[in-house]
């Protein structure tokens, strides 16, 4: 965890600000592409969010492309 105030440890590729959905996909992309990133939040996680208690079959396949079909949602 990086502290406010404090120098820097390492540098970064990308630096995605959100780790929503959308955030966390690009974050996920990147680094696949090889690039190192950091991924910011201002919210700890797991987080409780009425929207992320229903996801559509195009979701689930999103996320499985990203993460592995291995995992079951």
């Known amino acids: 965890m990086i ?3 404090q120098p820097p440890i390492e540098t970064w590729d990308v630096v995605v600000v ?3 959905p959308a955030g ?4 996920i992309s990147l680094a696949r592409l090889g690039q190192s990133v950091l991924l910011l939040d201002s919210k700890k996680f797991p987080r409780h969010k009425i ?3 229903c ?3 195009v979701s689930i396949t999103l996320l499985q492309s ?3 079909s291995d995992h079951r949602f």
């Open 66 to 68: 990203l993460i592995g």
């Open 55 to 57: 996801m559509n079959q």
């Open 51 to 53: 929207c992320g208690g």
């Open 24 to 27: 966390s996909a690009a974050a």
């Open 18 to 20: 959100g780790a929503g």
């Open 3 to 5: 502290r406010l105030g």
